[in-house]
Nanobody
Framework: QVQLVESGGGLVQPGGSLRLSCAGSGSIVSIFPMGWYRQAPGKQRELVAGITKGGSTNYADSVKGRFTISRDNAKSMVYLQMNSLKPEDTAVYYC????????WGQGTPVTVSS
């Protein structure tokens, strides 16, 4: 069964940084395009960053220039470096394939607040 385990979230002040990690079971990370998604309270889940097998990246306009997605296929890991965080980045962050599978991990909560 496919598993995705996110980690690295927490409470950070506006302007701060966090690095999220996602561990994927099996070969999922090396086979599929991957993405980081987020769901803020009362809002739909949205894709914020994607990365192809070849390493090409794309970002939502709201995070462009602040977030960086990367992958390590050998370790089956996907990362999201988040800089210059804003209160509107507060959400639960998930990784999944892009487009996403039905199976989601638990996510990792990020709270940006002073």
């Amino acid at each position: 069964q496919v598993q995705l385990v996110e980690s690295g979230g927490g409470l950070v002040q506006p302007g701060g940084s966090l690095r999220l990690s996602c561990a994927g079971s099996g070969s999922i990370v090396s086979i599929f395009p991957m993405g980081w998604y987020r769901q803020a309270p009362g809002k739909q889940r949205e894709l914020v960053a994607g990365i192809t097998k070849g390493g090409s990246t794309n970002y939502a306009d709201s995070v462009k220039g602040r977030f960086t997605i990367s992958r390590d296929n050998a370790k089956s890991m996907v990362y999201l470096q988040m800089n210059s965080l804003k209160p509107e980045d507060t959400a639960v962050y998930y990784c999944n394939t892009d487009p996403p599978m039905r199976t989601w991990g638990q996510g990792t909560p990020v709270t940006v607040s002073s």
